[in-house]
């Protein structure tokens, strides 16, 4: 089922303050980061998706797949409560997500909901 609005776009943010996906985004030529921000911005509006844009890594993350002029960036993220959450972002250099990618963005993804449950706790 199509969201009925575009869900929110968040970016992961560390307990430093920093937002690792926005600082990746802003080190990329302006072309690029375009490129990717349209991606991404097609998933905020058409949720949920599939390939060629969009694939399920499992453990609740998925990867926005970006084809750039002459390599390929991923975009990782989770959706918590009608929200994209912006996880990790890397230039694609092998075939398959490294392992490392991934499991980046599942440490990450645990961080964000241990946060957001603390912030929004379950109402019953």
């Known amino acids: ?12 943010r560390t ?10 985004l802003k080190s ?3 072309a690029e980061c375009k490129t990717i921000g349209v991606d991404i911005l097609k998933v905020q509006f058409a949720w ?3 390939k060629p844009l969009v694939d399920n890594l499992r453990h609740g993350v998925w990867e926005i797949r970006s084809r750039l002029d002459n390599r390929i960036a991923r975009t ?5 409560d009608e929200e994209i959450v912006l996880l990790h972002g890397f230039l694609k250099q092998t075939r398959k997500t490294p392992p490392a990618e991934l ?6 993804k645990n ?7 603390k912030e929004h706790p379950s109402r019953e």
């Open 1 to 12: 089922m199509k969201a009925e609005r575009p869900l929110n776009v968040v970016f992961f």
């Open 15 to 24: 307990e430093a303050g920093n937002e690792p996906v926005r600082e990746w």
């Open 28 to 30: 990329l030529p302006p």
């Open 48 to 50: 949920p998706l599939g």
């Open 76 to 80: 990782l993220f989770a959706v918590v």
């Open 103 to 108: 499991e980046l963005a599942k440490k990450r």
């Open 111 to 117: 961080q964000y909901l241990q946060t957001h449950e």
